[in-house]
């Protein structure tokens, strides 16, 4: 059995590809970029957020914590030094002050809840986007979900930052893959390895290979037949430009060349 | 698109500025106050004190009691619309029908007219005479005092006086239907005349009892719609001495227009377009002057006036920019009344409009696209408009319909924020069908009032029959038959002490036990009330525009049309299903906390800070209604289904299931006011969610909340539903039309019957309650109709501030921001 630890799950997204959409938020990402829209999915491990102001001081977390990372002195302190995010105190914290960033999900369970939304993605032209963290990082259950999804012909996209094992890559994802947006951080070498920590050369490497496998099965597709199967929405566009760190987004489709 | 000739269907070129009538009207309805008529309530107590005959038959006494008012009723023309006749004397007219609650206005006859919240003038000459002469002689003839006479004070009327379990709604009306006036248009008043003469003369020649009963049936329509024909000719008549005395020549025109189109409809077959809405007008106000001015709705005009339309705009007898003038025009003569509320009422009914509900588009009776023309033109008309009244509602077949007209509908509800309301064709025709109509009558369905439906001038559904709190069983379930509200006095069944319970499903048990009590209360109590109008209001008048009675020589009371049933709405079902779903999770699955230990805090209303404590966990961690999780759906599904079933095993006074509902008015508010705490962490006294709609707050996910309802929806929901959905407005147009569309349609696909919408911010209509002379035309949606956001009282301008605001941009509530700088 596949599973994935998945950081947020945003349904009805308007965002992250054509249509309404469910974007599933991996966590877990090799980049560190200061720009981060979403720094609570950078570790690859589930965490715990605290919100101060939901707190009432009941005491319950603390507890109730194995680790004795909650102290509470009128209102509750995390200490993250000791906490391993296992979230038995957010899961019994009545004012929803204590939240677990981070679950485990089985791949038969998340497809279930991405199909819940199937008529919103059939009648927009929608469906769903794998997004993060950096969903490559866990690549073979990725590849696995697309390929559920793409059975019952829902449309797939991915943002990706692009740094992951072509190969594999391959493999795993690429047929079952209707659109990329990959985010190139940064064109200089030394910049993108000073700000995000990461080495850019397989990234630009991979960009390369996607653009020349998107460029073959573009000539290959037919007009007017990429419309999604079943309702009557309008056709997916393509994206316009995206924020300011996307360099580049990649219209790919395979499915019908 | 065959009936679509339009090259705009926006129809954007006409505007309010070039159509400088329909400005002027809509001004002075805004600006008229609220007036009592107390026409109807004079001539019919005169008529019954001198001439009213016992011994003649309820339908007979009927006709003539409603003869004898429209006779006697003041033709007036009261501004420069083009339609003649009027519901009542006064330019906004709140008629009194001391049928039913007129007499609740007694203690208040002196501050009606002064009254803080909504006043309603009435002279003191009128206020004496109701005091003196027409309140004194229905002290024991309205339908309440005839049903205590009938029944005595049987427990269920004592349970529906105390007002916090049912309304018997009964005893205020029935009306609640949708005549059609086809045969009308077709064959004139004389003609139906003549049918019903004919008709009474083949019964008379029966000579048994029942042809005696259909023959005095024939007769009693015929003296009904004489008073209509009468009441034609009077406007004929005060037209043309107005067009005598008028200086301005095209005023003077317009009267001798009327003059002329009164002398000849509704008695004469309908030539023209504006005949034929006149006529259809003129028979409304004929319907009123027998039914109080609730729901009672016309249905779908833009089939009905269709052909009308047509040939008139191909003879080139009319252009499109007439046909908008004429149907706001009608408009404005619907809204023309409103029903008389007593201030003990604001509370339940505050700013309801009378919901005249009128439904446009969908598939025909042979499944096929309906939309035409004059549906793009009264889209713009309501667009136009933006009044309170009537009730407009669209219909739309995702199969069938054009992605254009849904495009449409969702641009008209943007640009006004609130209407019309949407219904899924798919959805409702199945539920129609699943109550034994057949396939082309279910497809010719209409709204009633609020959502309720029906098929056009075939059903009589009385769909306001019953509105029942679901919190009162629920409460009776959880104190062995008590209610906290009405302290030590067993009420219900004494059901077990639920601390003593060992499972969930037991539980439900009991819960049913005490829902299953009080609907056979207010069933009883129904069925005592519909003998009681048997007797003293049948529509002889009404039933004329029905399929079924002309037939059957029956009126709609005894069962005379082609369908027959009673509706029963529900309060508070989000919440319920909430406090089931916190019992069975906390309870008896996680066993967090005993069943003793949830009752003591309910009843402490969770004080102290451990019962804030628990009352953060029930409401956030328990599952909730509007969410997928697992125990909600069921729970609810098995609330819908159970009401079903329940309901439709009974057999009303006209031979008719029961056929169950959700939709609240503002009685969510008012009895969520007086509730108290509940186990899903609702303190005492906050306000339950509306119709079929989530609790505020529960639903984080649009397309969750979407889905979970939707899925309850076909044929277990007969009677419809009411969801409110709140959306932030955005900056795109176009793109939120486009997202809008595309998500009614998702939801229709997934089964959900109807949805309305407000497309306002928290801050908006905070901004409003704070300072109402700044929004003084702010129209919402309540709960299957809409209001005038500053004639709400003020625990329902709550409600609409706190229910739940989703973003289109990422479908996710948006938290409700507290109110700033305070009172």
Wanted: with cysteine.
């Amino acid at each position: 059995m596949k599973e994935a630890l998945i950081g947020d799950i945003g349904r009805y997204a308007a965002h992250d590809g054509p249509g309404i959409r469910t974007v599933v938020f991996f966590k877990g990402c090799p980049l560190c970029c200061p720009w981060c829209h979403n720094p609570e999915f950078i570790a690859g491990r589930p965490e715990i957020a605290f919100y101060p102001e939901r707190c009432i001081g009941c005491g319950d977390c603390r507890d109730l914590c194995p680790e004795t990372a909650l102290t509470v002195d009128r209102i509750a302190r995390l200490d993250r030094s000791r906490c391993t995010g296992c979230g038995l105190c957010a899961a019994q914290c009545p004012a929803r002050a204590l939240e677990q960033v981070g679950k485990i999900f089985a791949v038969e369970e998340l497809d279930a809840l991405l199909r819940r939304d199937i008529l919103f993605y059939e009648t927009s032209g929608g469906g769903v986007t794998l997004s993060g963290g950096e969903p490559t990082a866990q690549l073979a259950f990725c590849g696995e979900l697309l390929q559920r999804l793409h059975r019952q012909g829902i449309h797939t996209a991915m943002e990706t930052n692009g740094l992951f094992v072509w190969d594999d890559f391959r493999a795993a994802c690429l047929d079952h893959l209707d659109l990329i947006l990959f985010d190139v951080k940064i064109a200089d070498p030394d910049t993108h390895r000073r700000i995000t920590g990461v080495d850019n050369t397989l990234i630009f490497a991979n960009l390369a290979r996607l653009a020349a496998a998107a460029l073959s099965s573009l000539r290959a597709l037919q007009g007017g037949k990429n419309r999604p199967p079943g309702g009557r929405g309008s056709a997916p566009k393509a994206p316009g430009p995206g924020g300011a760190a996307r360099l580049a987004a990649i219209f790919y489709r395979h499915r019908y060349g | 698109m065959t009936n679509i000739t339009l090259h705009d269907m926006t129809l954007k070129d006409f505007t309010l500025e070039s159509l400088p009538r329909l400005t002027e009207l809509r001004r002075l309805s805004f600006a008229r106050q609220p007036e009592i008529c107390i026409e109807r309530a004079r001539y019919i107590t005169e008529y019954l004190r001198h001439h009213d005959d016992p011994a003649d038959a309820p339908e007979v006494r009927q006709a003539r009691k409603v003869n004898y008012f429209l006779q006697r009723k003041k033709p007036v023309f009261h501004d420069r619309n083009l339609l003649a006749g009027s519901t009542t004397s006064k330019a906004l007219g709140a008629p009194l029908f001391p049928e039913f609650f007129a007499l609740t206005l007694w203690p208040e006859l002196e501050t009606v007219s002064s009254r803080a919240k909504n006043p309603q003038k009435l002279t003191p000459e009128e206020a004496r005479e109701l005091n003196l002469e027409i309140f004194p002689f229905w002290m024991d003839k309205n339908v309440l005092e005839l049903t205590r006479k009938r029944i005595g004070n049987a427990r269920c009327l004592k349970l529906f006086e105390s007002l916090v379990f049912f309304i018997a709604a009964k005893a205020g009306c029935i009306s609640h239907a949708v005549p059609t006036y086809a045969s009308m248009l077709e064959h004139g008043l004389s003609g139906l005349i003549s049918m019903a003469a004919e008709r009474e003369a083949a019964a008379v020649a029966h000579a048994s009892d029942e042809g005696n009963r259909q023959a005095d049936f024939y007769r009693a329509v015929q003296i009904s719609l004489q008073g209509i024909m009468e009441y034609a000719e009077h406007l004929a008549a005060e037209a043309e001495r107005l067009a005598a005395a008028e200086h301005d020549p095209a005023a003077r025109r317009e009267l001798l227009d009327m003059a002329g189109i009164c002398r000849r409809v509704p008695a004469r077959p309908a030539a023209t377009f504006r005949e034929a809405v006149n006529a259809i007008w003129i028979c409304q106000v004929g319907i009123h002057a027998e039914n109080i001015n609730m729901a009672m709705s016309p249905g779908r005009l833009d089939q009905l006036l269709y052909p009308y339309y047509k040939r008139d705009m191909e003879a080139g007898r009319l252009d499109i920019g007439g046909a908008v003038e004429l149907i706001g025009c009608l408009w404005l003569k619907i809204a023309d009344n409103v029903t008389m509320v007593p201030e003990a009422s604001e509370e339940m009914f505050g700013g309801a409009g009378t919901v005249p509900a009128i439904t446009l588009g969908g598939v025909d009776a042979d499944g096929r696209d309906a939309v035409n023309d004059l549906t793009y033109i009264m889209l713009r008309v309501t667009e136009l408009l933006r009044i309170r009244d009537p009730n407009v509602n669209a219909r739309y077949d995702y199969e069938i319909n054009s992605p254009e007209y849904c495009r449409r509908v969702s641009e008209v509800i943007l640009s006004t924020r609130a209407v019309p309301a949407f219904f899924n064709d798919k959805a409702n025709i199945m539920a129609l069908t699943g109550q034994g109509e057949s396939l082309a009558h279910a497809r010719d369905y209409a709204v009633i009032g609020c959502v309720e439906l029906a098929s056009s001038g075939r059903d009589y559904p009385a769909s306001s029959s019953i509105m029942l709190n679901l919190a009162a069983p629920l409460e009776m379930a959880l104190f062995q038959g008590k209610r906290p509200i009405t302290g030590e006095e067993q009420i219900g069944p004494a059901t077990p002490d639920p601390a003593t319970l060992q499972s969930f499903e037991q539980f439900w048990e009991v819960f049913k036990t005490q829902l299953d009590w009080l609907i056979e209360q207010a069933i009883e109590l129904n069925e005592a009330m519909g003998a009681v109008h048997q007797q003293m209001m049948p529509s002889p008048l009404l039933s004329a525009f029905f399929t079924g009675p002309m037939d059957k020589g029956r009126d709609l009371i005894r069962g005379g049309s082609l369908y027959n049933s009673s509706g029963a709405t529900h309060i508070a079902f989000a919440d319920v299903v909430d406090a089931l779903n916190a019992i069975e999770q906390t309870v008896f699955i996680d066993k967090k906390y005993g069943f003793a230990e949830l009752l003591q805090m309910v009843k402490s209303n969770f004080a102290g800070p451990a019962g804030e404590k628990m009352r953060l966990f029930l409401q956030n961690r328990a599952p909730k209604y509007g969410t997928e999780h697992p125990i909600a759906r069921k729970n609810a599904r098995n609330i819908v289904r159970h009401l079903f079933d329940l309901y439709q095993s009974h057999t009303n006074y006209r031979g008719g299931p029961y056929r169950p509902a959700y939709w609240t008015m503002t009685n969510h508010a008012g009895l969520g006011g007086i509730t108290g705490a509940l186990p899903h962490g609702r303190k005492a006294g906050e306000l339950f969610a509306s119709g079929i709609t989530p609790v505020s707050g529960a639903a984080p996910e649009l397309t969750a909340c979407l889905n979970a309802v939707a899925e309850l929806g076909g044929e277990c929901v007969p009677g419809c539903w009411a969801l409110n959905i709140k959306y932030s407005p955005e900056n795109d147009m176009a793109q939120m039309t486009d997202r809008f569309a595309q998500t009614i349609e998702a939801y229709f696909r997934a089964g959900g019957q109807q949805v309305q919408f407000n497309i306002m911010t928290y801050e908006m209509l905070q901004d409003a309650k704070k300072y109402p002379d700044k929004y003084p035309e702010l129209m919402v949606r309540v709960s299957g109709y809409s209001a005038y956001f500053k004639d709400l009282n003020e625990l329902m301008k709550e409600e609409l501030i706190t229910r739940t605001m989703y973003d289109l941009a990422n479908g996710r509530a948006v938290a409700c921001p507290a109110e700033k700088g305070g009172e």
